[in-house]
């Protein structure tokens, strides 16, 4: 099953679960808190998919395009550590995982899915006071189903997040879990 079907899949699968759709979901507005992560973690089979939103405001301090040379280099600072996410979600080594595809999607930055290039919304980037970044990371592993942990590195890494709010959704059930800085591992039952 191609990895983008498999990630629909396990989180339409989840929405169902909580009472709500995928199309709900995309069309409702969420929570844009500063310092605050939206997490969503899926374990199948030998995929495992991290999604992250985030206000921009958490990576580089500002929710614009950058207006100058040092807020562009903050940027692919910001770009360059998030690209590297092996670094940033550090999963639990039973499951013997490596990093597969990397997908950042921030329409201020200019950073949007080619299908939705020439889209309304993609051209009124910037417009919005309230610019995120959603990141989809996925890791390819030989014994994903042994995984009971992911250690973050994100308040190391983004010091104005503060804490993390996760789902976690595995064959065995689904699990919320919030962090607060200092803490960094993110963990569930088998």
Do not use: Y
């Not at 495992?48 to 100058?68: H, K, Q, S, Y």
């Not at 562009?72 to 996410?85: E, F, G, M, P, S």
């Amino acid at each position: 099953m191609p990895l983008s079907c498999l990630r629909l899949g396990v989180l339409a699968l989840a929405l169902a679960g909580a009472g709500g759709s995928l199309a709900q979901a995309r069309g409702q507005q969420h929570a844009h808190v500063h310092g605050q992560v939206e997490l969503g973690v899926a374990i199948e089979g030998p995929a495992i998919i991290v999604e992250m939103r985030t206000p921009l405001d958490n990576l580089v301090g500002f929710e614009r395009a950058p207006r100058n040379d040092v807020e562009k280099n903050t940027v692919d600072q910001a770009l360059a550590r998030l690209r590297a996410a092996d670094h940033l979600f550090k999963i639990d080594p039973a499951g013997n995982c490596k990093l597969g595809p990397v997908t950042l999607e921030s329409p201020v930055l200019g950073l949007v899915p080619a299908a939705a290039a020439n889209a309304p919304a993609a051209k009124d980037a910037g417009k919005d006071e309230h610019a995120e970044l959603l990141a989809s990371v996925a890791f390819n592993c030989t014994s994903a189903d042994q995984v009971k942990h992911i250690d973050l590195d994100l308040f190391q890494a983004f010091t104005r997040m503060r804490q993390v709010d996760a789902e976690i959704v595995t064959s065995e059930g689904q699990h919320k879990r919030s962090l607060k800085r200092p803490a960094s591992r993110l963990s569930w039952p088998r």
